[in-house]
C-alpha cells in the first residue's frame, strides 16, 4: 500500500494480502456478466474494506476498491513502467525544489464539484496535517508549500530536492478527493473521486456496490455494475470461481494453483512483482532487539526452498529492496545455515522463551506463519502464533503489541526510497514502521536516497542503505511477490500490475 500489506499479493503489504472476486450470480459467467443488458461483476475479499479514504487508509484491501473510485495526478504506465500524467496535465521543475504542475482541465467529481488546483491542494493539505494522522503522508513529508496560484496550477515546494515525488504522486493514498464530500461527510464510508466507478451502498453491512460513472471525463467504463462482495473462506471463492457465481480472484496462494489450473473456465495471470514479504522484529522488546536472534531466526528460515512450494508465486532475492523495485542491487542477507542457526540459539539461550508470531487471518500469511513456526522450532526457537482479522491486525501490528509478525509491502510507487521511508525510517514508528526501528546512520542514507535526484547517486545510497538493512535485521526478507489473478474466460482486458494494483476501467464481459 506502499499500500500497506499484502502477502502473496498483498498489495499490500503490499498484491495480496486479500483474495478478491468478481461476479454476480452463476448465470452470468454464461451470459457475459449480463443481467436485464447490464454488464455487471462481483469482487469478493476474504477480508473486509477497512475504509474508502485514500488518505485515511493504507491496505491493500481497502485500495482495491478506493482505486476504481479515486484518481491520482500520475500514473505509472502498465507496459513501460514510466510515470506518465493522468489527472495532471504536465510538470516541470523550474528550480531543483519546486515542482509546478499543470491540471487537465473540463474533469468533475462524481458530485459535481470541479477538479481544480484548489481541490488538489485541499487533499495534499488535509494529508500531511498532523491532524489527520494519515497512514502515508509520509508521502509528502519533503513538501512544505502547496500553493495554487491559478484553477490548473499547482506548486509544490520542497526544502530539498526530492527524487521519488513523481512515484510519491502516482500512489492510491495520494489519490484527489472532492472538498465538498470531504467536508459534509465521511469519506471512509461514503467516497467521492473522479474516478470511472462511484459508490453506490454497502450491502450485508459490509459487501460495497460501485457504479459506472456516467459523467467521466473519459469515455464511461464497459461495466454498469461492481459488487466488493467478502468471501471470509478463499476455498469457498473458490468454489464460486469455478460455479461462475465469483468472477475474479487475485492474491493467489500455492495450495490454491493445483485446483485452479484444473479449471477450464478459468484464466491465470501472473506477473513479478514490486511486494516484499517479510518478517518484521519488534526492536524494543527481548529477545528481538538481540541481533544474534535476528540473525538465528534468519538463518532458520529455508526461503528458497519455501518458494518451491509456491507454483510460480514468489521470487527469491535475499535483500529487502526487491528486483521490480527500483534501487534494487542483489543478495546483501544472511544465507540459510541450519546449523549455525541452532548453535545461535543454544549458547545464547533464545530457546527458553515463547515468542509471538502475529499473523493476519488471511490464508496466504496464515500458511507462510505455521511454515515459519516449523522452521524455528527445528532450530529450537519456540514461536505461538496469534491471528487476527485483517483490520483488528493492522491496528495492533501498528501500536507494536507482537514479538514478530509477517508483514507485506506492495510498493506501489516501485521506488526503494518509499519502501524504506515508511518501513523502516524512525520517522514512521507508531505509524508503518512495525519494527519499530531507529538507526540514525540508516534514516541518513534513506534521506539522503529521498533529496537526491540523480538516478544514478540514489541507487548508490538506495544500495549501501538495502546492505545495512540487512546487515542488522530489523527486517528479514522472506520472497518477493508474483502478482496474480485468476479469472473467469468472460472477464477480457483484465490486467494485473507488477503492484499488484488493478483497474476495472477497461474491463468487460463477453
Not at 491493500?60 to 506518465?84: A, C, M
Not at 467536508?183 to 464510508?189: A, V
Not at 461462475?244 to 513479478?272: F, H, I, S, Y
Not at 473467469?488 to 476501467?505: A, C, M, N, R
Request: proline share 5%; charged share 25%.
Amino acid at each position: 500500500m506502499g499500500k500497506g500489506n499484502k502477502f502473496a499479493s498483498w498489495i499490500g503489504i503490499g498484491m495480496l494480502a486479500a483474495s478478491l472476486a468478481l461476479s454476480g450470480c452463476s448465470s452470468k459467467s454464461s451470459s457475459g456478466g449480463k443481467s436485464d443488458g447490464k454488464q455487471e461483476i462481483t469482487y469478493a475479499t476474504t477480508s473486509k474494506v477497512v475504509g474508502l479514504s485514500p488518505i485515511l487508509t493504507n491496505d491493500s484491501v481497502s485500495s482495491s476498491v478506493i482505486e476504481q473510485i479515486y484518481e491520482t495526478l500520475f500514473v505509472r504506465d502498465i507496459k513501460t513502467g514510466k510515470i506518465v500524467p493522468q489527472l495532471a496535465e504536465s510538470y516541470e521543475n523550474p528550480d531543483k525544489n519546486t515542482w509546478k504542475i499543470k491540471l487537465k482541465k473540463n474533469i468533475k467529481f462524481q458530485d459535481g464539484t470541479p477538479f481544480n488546483a484548489e481541490a488538489v491542494k485541499y487533499t495534499f493539505d488535509k494529508l500531511k496535517d498532523p491532524k489527520t494522522a494519515a497512514p502515508r503522508a509520509s508521502l509528502l513529508e519533503p513538501v512544505k508549500s502547496i500553493e495554487a496560484p491559478d484553477d490548473y496550477t499547482v506548486i509544490l515546494k520542497t526544502d530539498k530536492p526530492y527524487g521519488p515525488m513523481l512515484a510519491a504522486l502516482t500512489h492510491s493514498n495520494a489519490a484527489i478527493v472532492s472538498p465538498t464530500a470531504d467536508k459534509k461527510q465521511d469519506l471512509m464510508t461514503k467516497p467521492v473521486g473522479t474516478g470511472p466507478f462511484k459508490f453506490s451502498k454497502k450491502e450485508n453491512g459490509e459487501d460495497i456496490v460501485l457504479v459506472k460513472n456516467e459523467k467521466y471525463w473519459k469515455k464511461p467504463a464497459k461495466l454498469d455494475q461492481v459488487t466488493f462482495k467478502v468471501v471470509p473462506e478463499i476455498t469457498t471463492a473458490v468454489s464460486m470461481l469455478q460455479t461462475g457465481k465469483v468472477q475474479l480472484l487475485d492474491g493467489l496462494t500455492t495450495e490454491l494453483m493445483p485446483r485452479l489450473d484444473k479449471m477450464n473456465n478459468v484464466e491465470v495471470q501472473k506477473k513479478e512483482g514490486t511486494p516484499v514479504y517479510y518478517l518484521a522484529f519488534n526492536m524494543e522488546k527481548s529477545p528481538m532487539k538481540d541481533l544474534a536472534f535476528r540473525q538465528a531466526v534468519a538463518e532458520a528460515i529455508d526461503t528458497k526452498s519455501y518458494l518451491k512450494k509456491l507454483n510460480g508465486l514468489g521470487v527469491y532475492s535475499n535483500s529487502f529492496i526487491g528486483p521490480e523495485v527500483f534501487g534494487h542491487s542483489g543478495d546483501s542477507g544472511p544465507a540459510y545455515d541450519q546449523q549455525k542457526a541452532k548453535k545461535l540459539v543454544k549458547d545464547k539461550g533464545f530457546g527458553n522463551k515463547t515468542v509471538k508470531l502475529l499473523v493476519a487471518n488471511t490464508a496466504s500469511y496464515m500458511s507462510m506463519a505455521e511454515v515459519i513456526q516449523s522452521q524455528l522450532k527445528e532450530v529450537g526457537i519456540n514461536a505461538k502464533i496469534e491471528t487476527l482479522e485483517w483490520g483488528t491486525y493492522l491496528d495492533v501490528s501498528k501500536k507494536g503489541d507482537f514479538d514478530i509478525t509477517i508483514a507485506g509491502w506492495s510498493n506501489v510507487t516501485a521506488d526503494g526510497s518509499e519502501l524504506l521511508y515508511p518501513r523502516l525510517h524512525s520517522d514512521n514508528v507508531d505509524v508503518t514502521n512495525l519494527s519499530r526501528y531507529k538507526n540514525a546512520k540508516l534514516d541518513k542514507l534513506i534521506e539522503e536516497s529521498r533529496t537526491t535526484i540523480a538516478e544514478q547517486q540514489r541507487k548508490d545510497l538506495l544500495k549501501k542503505a538495502d546492505q545495512l538493512v540487512m546487515t542488522q535485521l530489523p527486517v528479514f526478507p522472506v520472497y518477493h511477490g508474483v502478482a496474480s489473478a485468476a479469472y473467469d474466460k468472460s472477464v477480457k482486458g483484465f490486467e494485473i500490475e507488477p503492484t499488484g494494483q488493478w483497474s476495472l476501467y477497461n474491463v468487460h464481459r463477453e
